[in-house]
Structure formats: C-alpha cells, structure tokens
C-alpha cells in the first residue's frame, strides 16, 4: 500500500513538473488527478496480466480498489504538498 501512495505522490510531482504549474487551479488540481488516476488504472491492469499469466493469483477486486485510492491519495498529497511547501514558502 505505501508502494501506491508513493508512486502516487511521485507521478503527481511529475506531472506538476510536465506541466510547469506556476499558479493553482481546478483545471491544474483536475489535469493531475486524472493523470494519475490513468496511470494508475494502466498499471493495474499490468499487474492484473501478471497475475493471470505468471503468478495464477485469483483477481481481487478489494486489492485494485485499495491500490487506485492510495494511488489517487498521493497524488492529491503532491499537489498540497507542493503549493504549501515550494510555491507558497
């Protein structure tokens, strides 16, 4: 679970870097989120394959749910990270 909060909050730094954020807006806080939330979506779906192809584990729908919240929890902790410690500093 950290792995996804942390990958979470790093893919959302990333994307706060791609797209050169200088000010707060819904559209910036939205374009993240939804970033983060695809990629996360497309790495589940990676690690679905590979659990029914090379590890044989049954499909949890508990472990997908749980990894996209985390997934999504940090990248909104980026975003709050980022405007309270580096922008508004």
Known sequence: MP????GGFWLGLA???L??????SFKIIFKIILGVFFIGILWELFEISIDKTITQNPFNILDTISDMCFDL?????SIIY?????VYN
Do not use: C, D, T
């Open 19 to 24: 797209f050169s954020v200088k000010e707060l």
């Open 82 to 86: 980022f405007f309270k410690r580096i």
């Open 3 to 6: 792995m996804h909060f942390l």
């Open 15 to 17: 994307l706060i870097w």
């Open 73 to 77: 929890a940090g990248g909104a902790f």
